[in-house]
């Protein structure tokens, strides 16, 4: 946890106004989290924070890129990550979360950790399947030797089914009115 406190702002000192600050995700940061599908990253966070009387609003520019697994064959590839994503912080009686995107920290803190924000953040932007991208010719860079094995496997019934399978065949002439 020690190592995370550097994702940190200290807001108390701070007069009301724009401020701007940035952090460097990188692998230490990642290993941190035991569940995260990221081991390896460069990402920057530049964060915009708009200083209120009562209320904090952070605005976050995510850029870099992370290497996870492909879904496909496996191997490791680099992802390219970007997100905009925006915080809200109101300074109440106690701590709690309104939404997704405004909390209540109580009024006698004066810093805000924001790694765990970042780290959810970064894994919003990866996309829901995970694949290597393709070349410029449109064929994917997963490792052939993979693809290849997987193509061997391929069952007839997986890649095209010839015909109709027959205990759906009643289903089918049902209509609805």
Not at 130 to 158: F, R
Request: with cysteine; charged share 35%; aromatic share 10%.
């Amino acid at each position: 946890m020690s190592f995370l406190k550097q994702y940190s702002i200290q807001f108390a000192s701070l007069k009301p106004g724009n401020y701007t600050f940035e952090f460097v995700l990188n692998d230490k940061f990642f290993e941190n989290f035991d569940e995260s599908e990221i081991k390896k990253g460069d990402v920057k966070i530049l964060v915009d924070l708009e200083k209120q009387a009562r209320m904090l609003v952070f605005n976050f520019n995510i850029e870099g890129k992370v290497q996870l697994v492909c879904d496909r064959c496996l191997d490791e590839y680099d992802q390219l990550v970007k997100s905009e994503q925006k915080l809200i912080v109101k300074l109440g009686s106690e701590k709690k979360e309104e939404t997704e995107e405004i909390i209540v920290i109580p009024e006698a803190d004066h810093t805000i950790l924001l790694a765990q924000f970042f780290y959810e953040y970064v894994h919003l932007a990866l996309p829901v399947k995970k694949v290597h991208p393709t070349d410029k010719k449109g064929k994917s860079l997963c490792n052939k030797e993979v693809i290849k094995k997987l193509k061997e496997h391929e069952t007839k019934e997986n890649s095209k089914p010839d015909k109709s399978d027959p205990r759906w065949d009643a289903l089918k002439k049902i209509k609805f009115n």
